[in-house]
């Protein structure tokens, strides 16, 4: 059974930046890894995925430009780096993973993540 847990969440001011984390507790083959965000009461909304063979990076375009995904094979841990962020960011950040294929036409749809982490709250004021 495998565990994804987050880290690395906070309060930040509005510009200002925060890196949150992703480690599974052991490697499982991922085909691609990825980050969603959700507020009480609305949908969880996809924000980024990286493939784990090729490392190709897919942004929302709310966050392209000011988000980085990354990972470190090694470690079986997954990053994501927030530059310049604003009240909108505010939510609560769960990291995803897919043991089957990713296709590119669903990466932004939660059914395609069978692995969720408990998820790590950003707050910017």
């Known amino acids: 059974h495998v565990q994804l847990v987050e880290s690395g969440g906070g309060s930040v001011q509005a510009g200002g930046s925060l890196r949150i984390s992703c480690e599974a507790s052991k490697y499982m083959g991922f085909d691609c890894m990825g980050w969603f965000r959700q507020n009480p009461g609305q949908e969880r909304e996809w924000v980024a995925t990286i493939t784990t063979r090729t490392e190709d990076t897919y942004y929302a375009d709310s966050v392209k430009g000011r988000f980085t995904i990354s990972r470190d094979n090694t470690k079986n841990k997954m990053s994501l780096q927030m530059d310049n962020l604003t009240p909108d960011d505010t939510a609560r950040y769960y990291c995803?993973?897919?043991?089957?294929?990713?296709?590119?036409?669903?990466?932004?749809?939660?059914?395609?993540?069978?692995?969720w982490g408990q998820g790590t709250q950003v707050t910017v004021s």
């Open positions: 995803a993973a897919s043991g089957s294929v990713c296709y590119t036409s669903s990466l932004g749809e939660p059914e395609s993540y069978n692995y």
